[in-house]
T-cell receptor, first 114, second 115 residues
Framework: DVKVTQSSRYLVKRTGEKVFLECVQDMDHENMFWYRQDPGLGLRLIYFSYDVKMKEKGDIPEGYSVSREKKERFSLILESASTNQTSMYLC?????????????FGPGTRLTVT | AQSVTQLDSQVPVFEEAPVELRCNYSSSVSVYLFWYVQYPNQGLQLLLK??????LVESINGFEAEFNKSQTSFHLRKPSVHISDTAEYFCAVSARNTGGFKTIFGAGTRLFVKA
């Protein structure tokens, strides 16, 4: 059974803290994605990576960075958390190169910044 | 540029009634179309997809969607819903672009199935 796991289901952080969200997939997928999900806005792409140490900005990269040191792991970093980053964060992975390939999602991390 | 519009943010329906969740898209190139489902407190999972061939695609739990190129739509239907179908449903469009490919998700439709 394919698996994408995320390090935390729920996280509460204070404004200004540095926050790490970890994602691991066991499917040997080249592509990995970070989305945030907000009511009425659907999923918005923050960053994606198509290979180790490679990354591309998505639609809303401001305030975020990512790291991909190993193929199976993709980390999202909030350098200085702010209240407007309170959201559900979803990680996904997929096979490379084809628009026809579906994405496999983790269970999500609900982050609250106070 | 691609875009996806899910026309209903919430759809309440009684158990065993039929349901249609609407999705329209815009794209200047050929697309692949997906419906994902998100059950409470879970991530998204693929429900069905259209890649090519027959315009009617089906899922294993009774949902179906029809690709209509002229109307640029990919509406999701089920003839008789169950309580367990209560979830949020996302339509997604994927297409090639200059950098590789891009997938756009709609805003989601919450389906509430009432007893």
């Amino acid at each position: 059974d394919v698996k994408v796991t995320q390090s935390s289901r729920y996280l509460v952080k204070r404004t200004g803290e540095k926050v790490f969200l970890e994602c691991v997939q066991d499917m040997d997928h080249e592509n990995m994605f970070w989305y945030r999900q907000d009511p009425g806005l659907g999923l918005r792409l923050i960053y994606f990576s198509y290979d180790v140490k490679m990354k591309e900005k998505g639609d809303i990269p401001e305030g975020y960075s990512v790291s991909r040191e190993k193929k199976e792991r993709f980390s999202l970093i909030l350098e200085s958390a702010s209240t407007n980053q309170t959201s559900m964060y979803l990680c996904a992975s997929s096979l490379p190169g084809q628009a026809s390939y579906e994405q496999y999602f983790g269970p999500g991390t609900r982050l609250t910044v106070t | 540029a691609q875009s996806v519009t899910q026309l209903d943010s919430q759809v309440p329906v009684f158990e065993e009634a039929p349901v249609e969740l609407r999705c329209n898209y815009s794209s200047s190139v050929s697309v692949y179309l997906f419906w994902y489902v998100q059950y409470p407190n879970q991530g998204l999972q693929l429900l069905l997809k259209y890649l090519s061939g027959s315009t009617l695609v089906e899922s294993i739990n009774g949902f179906e969607a029809e690709f209509n190129k002229s109307q640029t739509s990919f509406h999701l239907r089920k003839p008789s819903v169950h309580i367990s179908d209560t979830a949020e449903y996302f339509c997604a469009v994927s297409a090639r672009n200059t950098g590789g490919f891009k997938t756009i998700f709609g805003a989601g439709t919450r389906l509430f199935v009432k007893a």
